[in-house]
Every structure is written in C-alpha cells, then in structure tokens.
C-alpha cells in the first residue's frame, strides 16, 4: 500500500485497514497504525478482550508503534500468515512482525500466544506500547499486577499474562513500556492466556526467532498444497490462508467471518455476529479448498458435520439448523450490548444470532453438494455419512415446496424464494448423482420424482415474463443476485435463451460497474431499516456467471475491477459502500471462496 501517516482520522481506522493474523483457534485484527484493535481469547466466539474496533472507549486495545509521526505500510510475509507493519520516519525505519503460532502441545496449545516482535531496521526510533485489556466486552473488571518484566491481567474469568524483553510500567489497568531501538536491535511482547496448567512464560528474543521461523515454515508448508498455478495466483493463495484463518482445529468448524457487529450500511442496523458456523458458507469453503487441494479441511468439516449436525433433531426449523456454534452447540441466542457504541457509532452491537432459528431450505443443497464433491474429489463417504444424506433428501423431498426465509436471512416474512427451490432441486440431484455413481441404496423412484416437480415449478413459477427472467420469489417481480447461482448449480444450461436474458436483466438492475447488490431493499422489503452497499460475493458469482455463458471478455474486465476493492492485503469485507469502502463483517469467508471460485473457473476459460 502507500505509505499513510499513522493515527486515525477519527477514533476508528477503516475496517479495510486491518490485517489478520491467527492461530486457527481466534484471530487479531491488527490496524496499519500497528494497534490490535480486535481479540476474543481463547476463540473464535469467546468474550472479546480487545475491541476498540466496536468501542474506542471501552473495547481495550494493544496499542505498539512507534512514539511520534510516521508513514505507514502493511503486508504479509510471503505466502503466510505473519504480518509486518513497518513504520517509516525521519530517524530511520522500524516493523512489528505479529503472529500467532500454530500447534505446540496441549499445554501450549491453550496458551494461545500472540506475539509481537519489534525490530529497528534503520537508525534510531523511539517507540510506545499500551495493553489494554477490556474483558467481556468491556463489561468485566481487571487488575494489573505487575513483577518484572511480566504483567498479569486479572478478572473473574480469564487472566492474560505480558511478558516482554523491555521494562513495563502499570498505568492504572493498563501497561505501558515506552523504549527506544537502535539500528538492528528489537524487542519481544508476548501476550498469553494463563491458568491452570499455563503459567506466564517470559518470551526471549531467540525464542520469538524461533517461533517466526516456526510459524512462517508451517504456512508455507499448507500453502504448498495448493494445485492452482494460474493467472491470480497471489490473489487465490491470499484467500486461501484466509479461509485457513477462518478454522477452528478442534472441531473442524469454519466461521462466516471472525467479527461481530461490523456494519452494513454507515449508522447501523444491519449489524450481525458472524462468529459461528454457516452450514452454507462452511459447505462452500469445502468446494472452494477442495478446488485448490485442500483435502484435509474437507475432512476436518465432514467429521464435523458428522458429530454435530444429527438429521434426527426434529426441529421445527428442519432437522438442520442454518448455523451452528465452533463447538457444535445449537444455542445461538441473540442479545445486544448496549454499553458498546459500536462501529464509528452504528449500533447495535450484538452478540449471538437470532437468524439460527430461521428456515432456510438452501442449507440442505449447499451440505450435500459438499458431500457429493467430498465424495468425489476426496474420499468415499461412508455408510453412516450417507444413512444421514438419504434422510436429509427423504426430508428435503416431503418439505422442499414451504416459505422460508431465505439465503439472505430476510427478517421481513417467509417467501416463496427462487434460490431456496434451487437448493433443494441440488440437494435431491446430487444425492441421486452419488447413490448411482456408487451404487448405494436409496429410494431413486421417489427422489427423482421430487427433482422433476422442483425443476418444473422453478421454470414455472420462477420465471417472470414481465421481467423476462427469474426472480426472487414465485409471483413477483423483483430481481435477486442469488439466482446467479443457477447455472453454477447447473440447473440451467449458462447459455439458455431464458438464462442470458436474466444475466441482461441483472446487469441493468443489480450490476453498478461489476459491483453486483444482492436485490433492492426498496422493492423487496427485508425487516430491516435501511439500504446496503454491493454484495462482494454475488460480484464474483457475476463473474463465474459471464465466464459460463462465454462473455471471457466482460468476465475478466469485472474480475479485475474486483480485484481492485481488496484491501492492501487482499481481504475483502462482506460489502463495498458506494465509496469503494468495505463495509461489514471481515475478512469474509463468502467472499474469498468466490473469489477462489471466479478465478478457477474464468482461469480455465480462457485458456
């Protein structure tokens, strides 16, 4: 990125001015002024223990830079996770390498340390540290004890021991260190959760050398995995090791996004906890690792789906729940946190999710669509896994024609939506595709029957001759992104007559310069104030949708633009505001693995 003077322009940094770094159990959010403005410890959906990004005020925050006016620039080591912000000034140059390491025993495992590493690398620079915890989103007291080179921070739950290479001071709940290096010198912070088992543990120089190196050789040696080697490859790697990030190793889960409450539009409403698994977007995560060669995320995912995900719950949801927390657990409840102003004020900010309740009857093709290509491109499911897929088919075929709410978790009514007969038209197809190519038992009669009435109702009552295209609902008018998906899904030949006129109609009404919005607001009311930036996922699947029905041309002019809303690392937010800003929860894992997806499919259309 350019270099831009450190400081914020206001209380809070652009969402898109952060990177993440992690250590597949929780992630930081570090900003390009080198301040962790986000850490929920010890995982993905725990209490937060800094999140100046939803309060400047109250959220805590680990602040490390250097004292006084510098430019700044951001980027990861290559081909990893660790990240470098350097800092530039008129006394010479320095960088806080940050970084989660991976792995380690159980002990150290549960120490969840993140580490950062400061390092003078030309003349002479003063610097400035500040740890301040806020637990439970700030709800939680603390006390500071200090001894040595080490802090304590304490409070009812969890404690968090500092350690570093230089002198600390308290200051009231916080700690501080204010330190001067010489060229070629550094010093060490280590930040750690103890208890228990875990004591605090000083991190030396030489060990924090080693952990880099450590943690730089175990990324670079998942990356090497990847089968793609074509035209974006940076890009596609970048979304990768983001997806990776995304995981939770003791389950297999993989979170939405490692955020909550990140706004959708400036001000609020839409503000959402992203920190739980999708049975969706995880189910696309898998297509897109599977893409790339990333079998054992696949497999991390089917054993979860396996252990936690029982088509036999009979809720009144369906036997599957829309999404589920990293540790399997159903109860999502929602609450707001009205002590928090949130994002640069846009409240609320919530914790929990109320859409879990929701129907959604696409979950059940986005799963088993997973499954197929598991089976296909992994390793054969097995005879326990498939009882669980007939099931799942045997319900989708006696449910698949009810109103639900929809991929786009609309609060505003249950519809007859377009995309939610799609998926379930996949979720019969597939099983049926598997059960042949296999050769395993299944009631064949009846499941074909059921695709057939699903395809000839969504060609039927899907399909607006007002509009000339497919719609969002049976017996309306407006026009949704998600339809994008049909010939992806291959429901429909991306060269029908019917199909290019509504990619045309979805270029007029939804497509802003290769920005696709998921549907308007306006005309399809959704139970929540206000209006939205472009949907960054349905900008790729616009790309995949062109790439298919041979406009190469178009396909790669608008992948490129695309490319271009990335942040300076290559994260992409849920949204792009009409600004160009990303808007939402970030990074996001819809967007990268249809970032992923875009690129391998127009990658090997043209050749």
């Known amino acids: 990125m350019d270099g831009t003077p450190t400081g914020r322009t206001g209380r809070y940094l652009p969402i898109a001015e952060h990177g993440l770094i992690g250590d597949l159990r929780s992630v930081a ?100 540290a500040r740890v301040a915890p806020r637990f439970d989103y700030g709800t939680r007291p603390h006390t500071v004890r200090l001894t040595g080179d080490t802090a304590v921070f304490e409070s009812a739950g969890p404690a968090l021991a500092l350690t570093a290479t230089v002198p600390l001071e308290a200051d009231g709940p916080d700690a501080r260190a204010d330190f001067k290096l010489a060229q070629s010198e550094s010093a060490v912070f280590a930040l750690d959760q103890v208890g228990g088992a875990v004591a605090p543990r000083r991190c030396a120089r030489a060990e924090a050398e080693e952990q880099f190196a450590a943690t730089v050789a175990y990324w670079r040696r998942w990356l090497s995995a990847s089968r793609y080697r074509g035209r974006w490859r940076e890009h596609v790697h970048r979304s990768a090791l983001t997806l990776k990030l995304l995981t939770y190793a003791p389950t297999g889960a993989i979170v939405a996004a490692p955020t909550t409450s990140l706004p959708e539009r400036a001000g609020g409403e839409r503000n959402w906890d992203y920190r739980y698994v999708w049975v969706r977007d995880a189910a696309f995560c898998v297509y897109a690792l599977l893409r790339l060669g990333f079998t054992g995320e696949a497999a991390a995912f089917m054993d979860f789906v396996t252990r936690h995900i029982s088509p036999g719950d009979g809720r009144s949801s369906g036997p599957l729940q829309i999404m589920y927390g990293i540790d399997g657990r159903t109860d999502l409840a929602e609450r707001e946190l009205g002590h928090l102003e949130g994002y640069r004020g846009a409240a609320p900010v919530r914790v929990g999710n109320a859409a879990a309740d929701q129907l959604q009857l696409d979950v059940y093709g986005a799963l088993i669509d997973s499954i197929y290509l598991y089976d296909k491109w992994a390793e054969p499911i097995s005879s326990g896994q498939w009882d669980d897929v007939c ?15 929809g991929i786009w978790e609309t609060r505003g009514g249950r519809r007859d939506f377009l995309y939610s007969r799609l998926m379930c038209w996949v979720a019969v197809e597939r099983a049926i595709r598997l059960a042949n190519r296999r050769g395993l038992p299944a009631d064949l009669p009846r499941w074909r029957e059921c695709r057939d009435t ?57 497509v802003s310069d290769s920005l696709v919005y998921r549907y308007d607001p306006r005309t399809s009311p959704d139970g929540v104030r206000g209006d939205e930036g472009t949907f960054s996922l349905c900008s ?46 970030f990074p996001q894992a819809f967007t990268h693995l249809a970032l992923i997806s875009a690129a391998f499919n127009l990658d090997r259309a043209l050749g």
């Open 454 to 510: 699903v395809y000839r109702r969504i060609m039927r009552r899907g399909w607006s001759e007002t509009r000339q295209a497919f719609v969002q609902y049976e017996g309306g008018d407006v026009l949704d992104a998600a339809v994008l998906m049909m010939p992806l899904a291959k429901f429909i030949a991306p060269t029908d007559p019917k199909w290019l006129s509504t990619l045309d109609a979805l270029g007029q009404d939804l």
């Open 540 to 585: 790729f699947w616009y790309v995949e949708a062109l790439t298919r029905a041979g406009r190469l041309d178009e396909a790669r002019l608008a992948f490129e633009k695309m490319l271009t809303y990335a942040n300076h690392l290559g994260l992409y937010a849920e949204e792009i505001s009409r600004t160009g800003e990303q808007q939402g929860n």
């Open 29 to 128: 959010l570090v900003g390009t002024d080198g301040t962790i403005d986000w850490y929920c410890c010890p995982a993905f959906d725990a209490p937060s223990v800094f999140a100046s990004l939803l309060d400047a005020e109250r959220g805590g925050r680990f602040e490390l830079a250097v004292a006084g006016p510098a430019r700044t620039k951001q980027f990861y080591f290559p081909d990893t996770n660790v990240l470098i912000t350097r800092f530039f000034t008129e006394e010479g140059v320095g960088e806080v390498q940050d970084f989660m390491p991976v792995g380690g025993g159980p002990v150290e495992a549960e120490r969840h340390r993140l580490i950062r590493r400061v390092l003078c690398v030309r003349g002479s620079l003063p610097f400035r």
């Open 391 to 405: 099931a799942l088919v045997d319900w989708v075929c006696a449910h698949w024609d009810q109103p639900d709410e």
